[in-house]
Every structure is written in C-alpha cells, then in structure tokens.
C-alpha cells in the first residue's frame, strides 16, 4: 500500500522545524536574545542585516567582569566603531570564526575600531580563558554565563539571538549590522567597512 502525500505532511514539517533549530548554530534553547517569537526576526537564519544610518536602536548597557578578571564597559569606546560577538568555548562554529576575528581585529585597530567578546553558557572562567589563550585573542570578551547581558537588548532589534552572534555598533553605541551565523575574514569586512566609512 503506497503512502498518501498528505501523511507525509506532518513528517516532513517535523524534519523542517528540525533544520531549523539546528540554524541557530549553538543557540539551541540559550535564552540569548529577547526571546525567539517575541521578535521581529527570525532565530540563526544565517543572514546578514543591516540598518540605515537613521533607523538604528541605542545598544543596551553592556559591562561587567571580563573573562580574564578586569571589568568592562561597551559605553566607554564610543567614539569608535565596536563589534560585539557572541561566543562560547563550547561551540564548534566559534571555534571555526574566530582565526578570522582575530585577525580583522588587528587589522581594523589602527582604524578605530574595537572588538569586545561576549562569552556565554561557559559556566566557569577556566574554559573560556584556555579558549582565548588557544586563539590568541586580542581583545576582552564580557563573561556572561548565564546570557543576563544578552537579555538587555531590546525586543524587536538586532540582538544576538543565536551563537555564535556578531553585531556591529556605529561610533554613536547604535546597532548598525548582525550576523547569526560563523563569519568569513571577507563577511567581516563586508559588515564592518562601510560603518567605518561613515563620516
């Protein structure tokens, strides 16, 4: 007996929703954003968005602890463009971006701009700073085991709703560009460039 289109149905939407929770790369049920439904965009599509210039929300208030023990505050760099990203030692796809986070890092300091870490789900330090210390990574990350910093970001705007998460801030603290996916050295600079130019 040949089996109907129509009981096919549920099996194949199960299989989509499936593909589609994996898109959030390690997000899985983290919690990292203002919630998944209660946002205008869809959960770890992968995709790549900006703002204009006019339309773009202030970035919450971001400090605290860092993973090497200092302290931090994303308001203290305004002035200069920031790039925010999300990550955890624990995830395979963070592992797989960040030689190339590091290396336009130092490449885009001498022209202003400045990378912060926000590490998450790492419930102790100990992984977090073998991680940094295993990619060389030239910048401070925030420790935020829990994902209470990624709450602050409003409903509704760029926030970092998958892991790994990168956001880009104008030199005003606002969101200017996210990408929910790992990022290439070339999608780096397609995301960072035209900030920097702005005048």
Known sequence: MSSHPALRRP???SLVMVGALALTACGGDSGTGSGGGQSNYVQGTGVITSVQRGERQAA??????TVDGGTIDVADYRGKVVVLNVWGSWCPPCRAEMPHLVKVAEEMKPQGVQFIGINTRDTQKVPAQRFEKEFEVPYPSLYDPTGKLLLR?????????AIPSTLVLDREGKIAARALKALSEDELNKMIKPIVAEK
């Open 11 to 13: 099996a194949l939407a």
């Open 60 to 65: 919450p208030e971001l400090s605290g602890e």
């Open 153 to 161: 970001f409003p409903r509704g705007s760029l926030n970092p709703q």
